[in-house]
Every structure is written in C-alpha cells, then in structure tokens.
C-alpha cells in the first residue's frame, strides 16, 4: 500500500522562510546606516559582524530547509503498510540534515552572541557584565557541541566494497543532549529578553524615553518565543525514542529555527534605528512648518 500525504507546513516553510530573512536584511541595513553614517561611529562594530555572519547561517539553513522539503520534510505521512525510502534518498536526507543541523544552531548561536554583546553594552555595573560574558561563552560552547553532534551523529562512510555504510554515535546521548541544550537556550532567551526592561528603568531617563527603549527591544520576546516553538517541535520530531523521526514536526523545526534567529537578529538592530527615527521626525516636523 503507498503511504498517504497528511497536513503540510511546506506552504508556510516557503512563505516564512523567503520573506523573514530579506525583512532580516533590510532591518540590519538600516542598523549599518545608523550606526556608520548617521552616528558616525569608529568602533564597536564587531557585533555588526557576527550579526551578518549569523544573517548568512541562516540563510543557508533556509536554503537546505527548502531542499529538504522537496523529500518530504514539512508533511505527515498517514497510516499505511510500510514506506519505503531509497537508498540513494535516505542518502540525502541525512547528508541535509546534518549540515542542516550544523549551520541552522550555529546561526542561532551567533545571533545570541550579537544580542549578548548588545546586552552588555547597555548594562552599566561590572558584575552585570561579567555575568553576561559567562553566560554568553558558556551558551555559545553548549550550542556549539550540540551542532558537532547534530552534524557527526549519524553519517556514511566507505566500507571497503565501493558501497557506503551508515554510521551513528550513541542516538539517545545525541538526542536527549541535544533536547537538554535546546531548553537551556530557550529558557535563557526568556531571561535575557527582560534584561532590557530592568536596566533600562533604573537609568535616569524620561519615563517616556524609557518605555520607547523598552518597547524597541521587546521583540527579543518574540524571538524567545519562536525558540519554545523550535524545542517543542523538537521533542514532537524525536521523542520517544526509538520511533520514527516525524517529518512535519522536522519541518516545524527548521522553520521556527529561521524564524528564531531573524527575529533575534531584528530584535539587536532595533535599539541602533532611534537616530533614523528622530531624522524622520525632524524632517516631517520641517514639512509641516514649511506648509503654506
């Protein structure tokens, strides 16, 4: 008997996936501008950096999600008999995955990376930067094992014949190493999302210059969010184990992992757009005295 297509999330992993990393890009351009010709600033731009090179990651992961989708990945496979999957197919699953994996948590991982050193930038006491930098180094190590795994954890090699077999590390240790790490950092966006609002009210500002701050870094609420969604997309694609890995949940996964870190990466280039918006009203305030 042929296996059935059930619900699908392919038409939503295409939308999401093309539209969210050029809205990414248009926002990081407009953090360059501000940053290197509106503020004319000389230094600091190593954030500006990571930030780019977590925008090309994503893009990749992007990239592989939607070949990926094209073998099934993103739609439920009703009840049947048996599937059947060719060798060369499996394959390339795999193959995809794994880089998926690779390039997909280590996007994720720089795009903290930009948002932590944003972070401590804003805070003013040494302790809070210092804690910050621990943190940062030690999310940045765990996310960094847990693409090595990801990407070693299953893959082909020569066995002498001409043929290649599979190989595996210890699938429930990859598993449940790579869930416990996906939480962590879950968890840790959530903390790091309020970090902002409780800095922020303690300086001497305006209330309303604190609300406008606070209301402009609010969106890394949002990428936090989409990081609950990528783990309990993950724990539906694994867990239990020993089943067969479900390929929508997989789909889910790769699609709120983009979303994850083009929110994130929207969320750090936000604060840096304040001078373009006092142009703006500058200049509308202008058109408006210069009105016949």
């Known amino acids: 008997m042929e ?10 992993m295409w939308g999401t996936m093309i539209l969210f990393p050029v809205l990414a890009l248009v926002f990081i351009v407009l953090r360059l501008y501000c940053r290197r010709w509106l503020k004319k600033a000389k230094t600091g731009y190593l954030d500006d950096y ?4 977590s925008w ?34 499996m ?40 804690l910050l930098w621990i943190l940062m180094l030690f999310s940045t190590a765990a996310l960094f094992t847990a693409s090595t795994f990801g990407y070693y954890q299953c893959h082909f090699e020569p066995d002498g014949s001409g043929s290649k077999r599979k ?12 869930f416990v790490i996906a939480i962590y950092s879950s968890l840790l966006e959530f903390a790091l999302a309020a970090v902002p609002a409780c800095v922020v009210w303690q300086l001497p500002l305006k209330r309303a210059t604190k609300i406008g701050i606070i209301c402009a870094t609010s969106m890394a609420f949002v990428s936090a969010m989409m990081g609950g969604l990528r ?7 694994l867990f239990p184990l020993g089943k067969l890995p479900e390929m929508y949940s997989l789909g889910c996964v790769i699609m709120f992992a983009v979303l994850e870190v ?7 280039c936000i604060p ?11 200049s509308n305030d202008e058109e408006d005295l210069s009105w016949p």
């Not at 990571?50 to 090179?53: D, E, H, K, R, S």
């Not at 783990?231 to 694609?237: I, S």
């Open 50 to 53: 990571v930030l780019i090179f």
């Open 56 to 89: 090309i990651l994503m893009v990749i992961t992007a990239i592989i999600g939607l070949m990926l989708a094209k073998h099934g990945v993103g739609t439920a496979i009703m009840e049947g008999d048996h599937i059947t999957v060719e060798p060369e197919v």
């Open 231 to 237: 783990t309990k997309a993950y724990y539906d694609h």
């Open 167 to 178: 190989r595996c590390l210890n699938n429930r240790f990859a598993i449940i190493f790579s």
């Open 262 to 268: 083009c929110t994130t990466i929207i969320a750090a």
């Open 91 to 130: 394959h390339a699953l795999l193959f995809w995955t794994a880089n998926l994996l690779l390039f997909g948590i280590n996007a994720i991982a720089f795009s903290k990376v930009s948002w932590f050193i944003t972070l401590i930038r804003l805070v003013t006491t040494r302790w809070q930067k210092i």
């Open 3 to 12: 296996h059935k297509k059930g619900k699908t999330i392919v038409p939503t």
């Open 272 to 282: 840096f757009l304040r001078p373009l918006v006092k142009k703006m009203a500058k």
